[in-house]
């Protein structure tokens, strides 16, 4: 089962606009990634927050964490259309080294 | 360095044929990764290994499937008889394990597209 949700499932905005995804995830963890996936790519890691961390920052990201509601969120500002890519969340999984990725959300940015 | 490699990038085979998929992981990496990816079930994590021993094989879908890692370099997942339904993307993908409560950052392969007629 998949640990991580995201949400929206699909985001459409125009470029200069701010895009905001949201991920919930459902047990106690240590860190949290947020990864792009360009169509027909693999995914690339984009960013890491740790538990003990609740907002961190990198570039044109905003990553913010909230372990009482277990939720995190991911904003791109100034979004271009080179940002259109599907984003993901990833939980490590309680005692093991894999990561529980959640389902997604496609960003679409328009020119 | 390369980045992760995967062999084929695309394959095509009929049902009930061997497939072989191949992936070389980063350099000095140790723990390796086979990913599933289709619409219906999203990224499905099939297996992994650590220092080339398999660690988690939870998510292999049946006997049909098996993986090894006989070196650091190289790891094969298989699939033995291939059905239509194994259609899907596969990526293999390393990190160095620096420990859970550091955070190990995955880097992905480009994937293989599987189709299965």
């Known amino acids: 089962s998949q640990q991580g949700e995201e949400d929206p499932q699909a985001l459409s905005i125009q470029e200069g606009e701010n895009a905001t995804m949201n991920c919930s995830y459902k047990?106690?963890?240590?860190?949290l990634q947020w990864y792009r996936q360009n169509s027909g790519r693999g995914l690339v890691h984009l960013i890491l927050?740790?538990?003990?961390?609740r907002e961190k920052h990198s570039g044109r990201l905003r990553v913010t964490l909230d372990t009482s509601k277990k939720s995190s969120s991911l904003l791109i500002t100034a979004s271009r259309a080179a940002d259109t890519a599907s984003y993901f969340c990833a939980t490590d999984a309680g005692n093991t080294d894999k990561l529980i990725f959640g389902t997604g959300t496609r960003l679409q940015v328009f020119p | 360095d390369a980045g992760v490699i995967q062999s084929p990038r695309h394959e095509v085979t009929e049902m009930g044929q061997e497939v072989t998929l191949r992936c070389k992981p980063i350099?000095?990496?140790?723990?390796l990764f086979w990913y599933r990816q289709t619409m219906m079930r999203g990224l499905e994590l099939l297996i992994y290994f650590n220092n080339n021993v398999p660690i988690d094989d939870s998510g292999m879908p049946e006997d049909r499937f098996s993986a090894k890692m006989p070196n650091a370099s190289f790891s094969t997942l298989k699939i033995q008889p291939s059905e239509p339904r194994d259609s899907a993307v596969y990526f293999c993908?390393?990190?160095?394990?620096?420990?859970?409560?550091?955070?190990?950052?995955?880097?992905f392969g480009p994937g293989t597209r599987l189709t299965v007629l």
């Open positions: 047990t106690s963890i240590n860190n």
């Open positions: 350099s000095g990496h140790n723990s």
């Open positions: 927050i740790r538990s003990n961390e």
């Open positions: 993908a390393s990190s160095l394990d620096l420990g859970r409560a550091k955070g190990n950052e995955q880097f």
